[in-house]
């Protein structure tokens, strides 16, 4: 009989990046979560929401010959350019297939960070504590002497390699996920602990959805060397009093506004557009950003807004791409 990959273990998302009593931690790698298994000579590598991206990562099947039958892991897809994860190139690659795939596993390759040991040779381990698994997968590592597309995912009960890791933003990892060393491995369970490294930074409000005097979200921007406002992301939705503290801060654009006639997404990788409202680019905002950016340096996920400074001048601001 065929065995059936299991859904994923889940986060909860928390704010303090100190590592509890009795966890190991892990650093949360930006890419794509993804479950693979070998069983009766098949291999299914699926994302979190079930889908085959097999097709499209032809170099992570054919480096399934190196795993033991009847093998399961659960980790994450990354690509690295540069010394960094890139994660546009990553994302590239999901629709490709045939020729296009094999071509693009030359260009980009994946490797499969594996962060747990679902099973092994033909048992399922999912009851096994935390720490039983990890002993397994640095086992199943050693012994088959895996090399790419497999990668180790490190792991540590040390709070100073914890806090280490926190400081390696500049290569794309997103912060910590922390996990209990005696919790079995719980599909769909919210029983992990993942903290993001956030930072507090300053951006130009060149947009808006909504009105001025009372805008939902902001569109943010910042200028380059040349003096253009380059768009570099949004805020989340704001709430109704967060949005009222903008009355007679923002005014509207002239014919003239830098972004005349763009248009902007509602979220990565989705066609959407929002329906915004340009405003003079002069109010400076404070806001907290984590550390996942596109090639260009725009921000791939939306920040959460701390305040307005309109203390600050536009020029003051860091430029785009920083």
Same mark, same amino acid.
């Given at each position: ?23 190991? #931690? ?11 298994? *070998? ?22 099947? $054919? ?8 093998? #399961? ?8 350019? !540069? ?15 045939? #020729? ?16 747990? %040991?679902?099973?092994? !040779? ?13 002993? !397994? ?9 895996? =090399? ?13 390699? *914890? ?29 992990? %602990? ?6 507090? @930074?300053?951006?130009?409000?060149? $947009? ?9 979200? %902001? ?5 380059? @060397? ?10 989340? &939705?704001? +709430? ?6 903008? =009355? ?11 972004? &005349?006639?763009? @248009?902007? +997404? ?9 329906? *915004? ?5 002069? %109010? ?11 090639? $260009? ?14 203390? *600050?001048?536009?020029?003051?601001? !860091?430029?785009?791409? +920083?």
């Amino acid at each position: 009989m065929t065995w059936t990959l299991p859904e994923p273990m889940l986060t909860t998302t928390v704010n303090s990046p100190d590592l509890p009593p009795g966890w190991a #931690a892990e650093p949360k790698w930006d890419g794509f979560r993804a479950s693979l298994s *070998v069983d009766n000579g098949r291999v299914v590598l699926r994302s979190r929401r079930g889908t085959d991206m097999g097709p499209a990562f032809p170099e992570v099947l $054919a480096g399934a010959g190196q795993l033991r039958e009847a093998t #399961a892991l659960d980790g994450e897809l990354v690509v690295w350019e !540069a010394g960094r994860l890139a994660f546009e190139r990553l994302q590239g690659r999901l629709r490709r297939r045939g #020729a296009g795939a094999d071509r693009l596993a030359q260009e980009w390759p994946a490797h499969f960070v594996a962060f747990d %040991l679902l099973r092994l !040779a033909g048992t399922d381990t999912l009851a096994w504590p935390y720490r039983r698994r990890r002993a !397994a997968l640095e086992q199943l590592f050693t012994a088959r002497r895996l =090399t790419a597309p497999w990668a180790l995912c490190p792991s540590t009960t040390d709070p100073d390699t *914890v806090r280490e890791w926190q400081s390696w933003t500049a290569v794309g990892l997103e912060g910590v996920v922390f996990k209990r060393l005696e919790d079995p491995y719980r599909p769909t369970m919210r029983g992990w %602990l993942k903290y993001k490294v956030r930072e507090s @930074t300053e951006a130009i409000v060149g $947009a808006v959805t909504g009105s001025p005097t009372a805008p939902r979200c %902001l569109l943010l921007g910042r200028y380059d @060397t040349e003096g253009r406002l380059q768009y570099t992301g949004r805020t989340v &939705t704001l +709430s109704p009093t967060a949005g009222g503290t903008f =009355t007679g801060l923002l005014d509207p654009a002239g014919s003239e506004h830098p972004w &005349t006639g763009w @248009t902007f +997404s509602a979220g990565w990788g989705t066609n959407e557009t929002l329906n *915004v409202t340009l405003v003079q680019p002069e %109010l400076v905002v404070e806001v907290h950003i984590d550390v996942a950016r596109d090639s $260009a340096g725009r921000w791939r996920h939306p920040a959460r807004l701390h305040r307005a400074r309109p203390d *600050v001048s536009a020029g003051d601001v !860091a430029p785009f791409g +920083s």
